[in-house]
């Protein structure tokens, strides 16, 4: 698929030039040997690998190939302002030509947001088919206790060695299985944002992430069949290709929506006090939360006077955000408002036409019911409820998370929309 992502790069049928930086993705055992001829091709001098407590081992065998640096953070490590100080220090101690992340999903956005600051390129080495972020332009991040976005770089090339990433846990295999699920929620939000204002759509893009997804769930319906790393290549392949469309559309809308913004919210501990869950796994456990919801919506028939006319001002009522988010309410309200007015929230944009509902129930038919989605996750091994992963099982609990996880991005989703809609 990666001669897929090079063609839309090239010549789009949508008209517009889309970007990548990253032209060359090695998936074989001889990826490091591929990175080692890479650096010296690009007459890369200094070298400076990040990985963490987990994954230094596959560091110590990335310089059995070629001399580096190292940066190794706290194998529980965050990607956080604390631990972004951290490799920046030893960045200003090494002074590199290069970056090369060596980790999973927290690793890469320490070491994408570190190569954004300090005007550095990096190349990525993924250890886990854990999260679809190696080869994004985003680096999510909790930044001061708010989990926030931020424009980064992509890689200059990936290398990921097989042996590597399915010697992996398989719990992280099975969080990239939650993470690439997930899109499938994405991609329909992305199309209601089509539908209700008019959010362009690069039709070759969404195609590609759908083909991603579509991979990734023949692979777990396949994976009794299959030997692990073949199984495991088959979730990474899904996982690059959906990274790749992110790095395609300059935002991370084909592959976040609803789902993730579930997830955004118990990693800010904003209704729970503990979080047990992945990446991934969070994901997995917001898809199957979003997806109930629409259904039952779609069931019963979305009331659409509502939905085009919210209240923006209940809607964005810091008195109704402050027992929430506390000490976060200010950031959230400046991420929801961008230029401090009502007008500037995506919701003000919402339109509705004769067609709207038939457009939405079209789309709506692209996403498995619940219990098709909840059998494939069982099958991958992935959590599929709140309690696995150590939060609360309550339906108390679920409505309040659906309640205020749109507020986490301005980004609309269909959730958002019913959410502004149900205050009226």
Same mark, same amino acid.
């Given at each position: 698929m990666f001669q897929n992502v090079?063609?839309?790069?090239?010549?789009?049928?949508?008209?517009? +030039?889309?970007?990548?930086?990253? +032209?060359?993705c090695v998936v074989s055992k001889?990826?490091?040997?591929?990175? $080692?001829?890479?650096?010296?091709?690009? =007459?890369?001098?200094?070298p400076l690998i990040v990985a963490d407590e987990n994954t230094v081992v596959f560091a110590e065998n990335l310089l059995a190939r070629f001399p580096a640096a190292k940066a190794v953070v706290d194998g529980h490590a965050h990607a956080t302002e604390v631990y972004v100080a951290e490799v920046e220090s030893v960045i200003d101690a090494e002074k590199p030509d290069v970056l090369i992340a060596c980790g999973s999903g927290s690793v890469?956005?320490? *070491?994408?947001?570190?190569?954004?600051? +300090? @005007?550095?390129?990096?190349?990525?080495?993924?250890?886990?088919?854990? &999260?679809?972020?190696? &080869?994004?332009?985003?680096? %999510?991040?909790?930044?001061?206790?708010?989990?926030?976005?931020?424009p980064s770089v992509?890689?200059?090339?990936?290398?990921?060695?097989?042996?590597?990433?399915?010697? %992996?846990?398989?719990?992280?295999t099975a969080s990239g299985v939650g993470d690439? #699920?997930?899109?499938?929620?994405?991609?329909?939000?992305? $199309?209601?944002?089509?539908? #209700? *204002?008019?959010?362009?759509?690069?039709?070759?893009?969404?195609?590609?992430?759908?083909?991603?997804?579509?991979?990734?769930?023949?692979?777990?319906?396949?994976?009794?069949?299959? !030997?692990?790393?073949?199984?495991?290549?088959?979730?990474? =392949? %899904?996982?690059?290709i959906s990274g790749l469309t992110i790095q395609l559309n300059e935002t991370s809308r084909p592959a976040s929506g609803a789902e993730h913004h579930l997830s955004h919210l118990w990693e800010m501990h904003r209704i729970n006090e503990k979080?047990?869950?992945?990446?991934?796994?969070q994901v997995a456990v917001g898809m199957l939360a979003a997806v109930r919801r629409y259904d039952a919506e779609l069931s019963k028939g979305i009331d659409y006077e509502k939905?085009?006319?919210?209240?923006?001002? +209940? *809607?964005?009522?810091?008195?109704?955000?402050?027992?929430?988010? $506390?000490?976060?309410?200010? @950031?959230?309200?400046?991420? =929801?408002?961008?230029?401090?007015?009502?007008? !500037?929230?995506? #919701?003000?944009?919402?339109?509705?036409?004769?067609? *709207?509902?038939?457009?939405?129930? $079209?789309?709506a038919e692209e996403v498995p019911k619940p219990e098709e989605i909840e059998a494939l996750l069982h099958a991958a091994g992935t959590p599929t409820s709140p309690a696995d992963i150590? #939060?609360?099982d309550s339906p108390e609990f679920i409505e309040k998370s659906l309640r205020y996880a749109p507020y986490v991005r301005n980004r609309l989703t269909l959730l958002k929309a019913l959410t502004a809609a149900k205050k009226l």
């Open positions: 090079l063609a839309i790069h090239s010549a789009c049928s949508c008209g517009k +030039k889309h970007p990548l930086l990253t +032209k060359e001889e990826a490091a040997l591929a990175m $080692r001829d890479y650096i010296a091709a690009n =007459n890369f001098r200094r890469h956005d320490i *070491t994408r947001y570190c190569a954004k600051e +300090k @005007g550095l390129p990096f190349l990525s080495y993924p250890t886990a088919a854990s &999260v679809d972020g190696f &080869v994004s332009g985003v680096a %999510a991040m909790t930044w001061h206790g708010q989990k926030l976005t931020f992509p890689p200059l090339a990936c290398f990921a060695d097989p042996e590597v990433f399915s010697s %992996a846990p398989e719990r992280l690439v #699920l997930g899109k499938w929620v994405s991609l329909f939000d992305w $199309r209601v944002g089509q539908i #209700l *204002t008019g959010e362009p759509v690069c039709e070759e893009i969404f195609a590609l992430e759908a083909e991603a997804v579509s991979e990734a769930a023949d692979a777990v319906r396949s994976r009794s069949v299959m !030997s692990r790393e073949a199984y495991t290549e088959k979730i990474m =392949n %899904a996982l690059l979080n047990d869950g992945l990446h991934g796994e939905l085009a006319s919210p209240d923006l001002a +209940k *809607t964005m009522c810091r008195e109704d955000l402050l027992p929430v988010f $506390r000490e976060l309410t200010d @950031g959230i309200l400046r991420e =929801n408002l961008p230029d401090g007015t009502l007008a !500037s929230s995506s #919701l003000a944009k919402i339109r509705v036409t004769g067609d *709207t509902d038939e457009r939405i129930r $079209r789309a150590g #939060l609360d």
